[in-house]
């Protein structure tokens, strides 16, 4: 089991950037395969992007060439970097790691607000 901790979450008018970071603490970081998904108010729980241990990133359709994930293997974090943000962008960002044997933690989760 692995522990996780987002922080970056706030405010921004649409077009502007934010970076969101996730802390992992309590398991062998290097096995997880790391992602970001997001809720919005009303709707159901989204993927929208991963990160293998090896670095190979996919994306949800609706994020591809405007968001990036990384991850720091040397001090157990991920971040998304998310530009151009749009009002549809709006929603709670959750970190989700994929262990080995298929076990899976969440973060608490970071409210990402977009409104001008």
């Known amino acids: 089991q692995v522990q996780l901790v987002e922080s970056g979450g706030g405010l921004v008018q649409p077009g502007g950037s934010l970076r969101l970071s996730c802390a992992a603490s309590g398991g062998i970081f290097v096995n997880y395969v790391m992602s970001w998904y997001r809720q919005a108010p009303g709707k159901e729980r989204e993927f929208v992007a991963t990160i293998s241990k090896f670095g190979k990133t996919h994306y949800a359709d609706s994020v591809t060439d405007r968001f990036t994930i990384f991850r720091d293997n040397a001090v157990n974090t991920i971040s998304l970097q998310m530009d151009n943000l749009k009002p549809d962008d709006t929603a709670v960002y959750y970190c989700?790691?994929?262990?080995?044997?298929?076990?899976?933690?969440w973060g608490r989760g970071t409210q990402v607000t977009v409104t001008s």
């Open positions: 989700h790691a994929l262990g080995v044997g298929g076990t899976e933690d």
